[in-house]
């Protein structure tokens, strides 16, 4: 059995090429994953519909992470184990807030994403992640006894959302912010991130800490990749996530994730040691 029994990725920017397609080699990397033992997550901002999307029949996966840890679902069937909204009056004032900025608003409840408006960043969004979008008043929506939100998102640009970043962090302490892309902020339930649902997911599985993986590219992955024993940036990451991780591997353009099962987890690499300290440079394709 391999060292490393379990490996979560991120899809955009990481598993996933610009093209948001998984290659050919990294879905046979992914399977020999699975047939060497070793449970393969999914863990994706996205909602659970859009992640289930992408896998589509995939035989490798032993679980998902959705919304940025606000949901944890079992594959193959999609039977929610665990969900952290955010709750409904926190849901209201923000939204309130957020409509003073301008920038456009998404928000997920049910699984489902609501919109009020669908303009330009809609349509980019939903045509990226495969969503069809209901539309709502949110005043409306908020306040008919609708489920708590799973998550909030906007869409705006990426030097607003900087700033709005830090403000939000001190004005929401009772919620997590987060940037998931430079033009997306994602607001889920405080204690709610990636890292936390894997740390959850890995006990159900009875994986220990140090023998699991993380790989990811931009904050919302930060979590997960330092609670991974081996917590793996692709080469297209941001700075941040960079000087945070034990291994930079090649861009998710140039297959990161399937270097590094080959490598890290299933290859030579693997055989080496039995841990990420065997790790002393950052390397490239």
């Known amino acids: 059995m391999p060292f490393y029994q379990l490996v979560a990725m991120d ?43 992408v896998a589509g029949n995939a035989s490798y996966l032993a679980g998902v992470i959705a919304y940025n840890g606000a949901l944890i679902a079992e594959w193959p069937s999609g039977r929610i184990v665990r969900e952290r909204p955010i709750p409904n009056a926190t849901a209201r004032r923000l939204v309130a807030d957020l409509k003073k900025s301008g920038v456009h608003i998404n928000i997920y409840i049910n699984d489902t994403l609501y919109l009020e408006e669908f303009n330009e960043a809609a349509r980019n969004y939903c045509r990226n992640t495969v969503v069809e979008p209901s539309f709502a008043k949110f005043d409306e929506l908020l306040h008919r006894g609708e489920p708590n939100p799973t998550k909030i998102l906007i869409i705006g640009l990426p030097e607003v959302l900087d700033v709005m970043t830090e403000e939000y962090r001190d004005r ?37 800490r140090e023998r699991t993986v993380a790989i990811g590219d931009a904050p919302n992955d930060l979590d997960m990749i330092k609670y991974a024993g081996l917590g793996v940036a692709v080469g297209n990451s941001f700075d941040q996530v960079k000087v945070e991780a034990d291994l930079v591997a090649p861009s998710n353009d140039e297959e990161g994730v399937a ?17 990420p300290d065997r790790i002393t440079s950052v390397s490239g394709a």
């Open 259 to 275: 270097w590094v099962i080959e490598r890290y987890i299933l290859g030579d690499a693997a055989r080496l040691g039995t841990g």
């Open 11 to 53: 899809l955009d920017g990481t598993l996933l090429s610009r093209d948001t397609i998984i290659t050919s080699r990294t879905q046979k990397a992914l399977q020999d994953c699975a047939d060497a033992g070793i449970k393969v997550i999914f863990a994706s901002g996205r909602m659970l519909s859009s992640i289930m999307r």
């Open 172 to 208: 929401y302490p009772e919620l997590h912010v987060t940037k998931s892309r430079p033009y997306f902020l994602e607001f889920t339930a405080s204690g709610v991130n990636k890292g936390v649902a894997l740390e959850e997911l890995a006990r159900k599985l009875g994986v220990p």
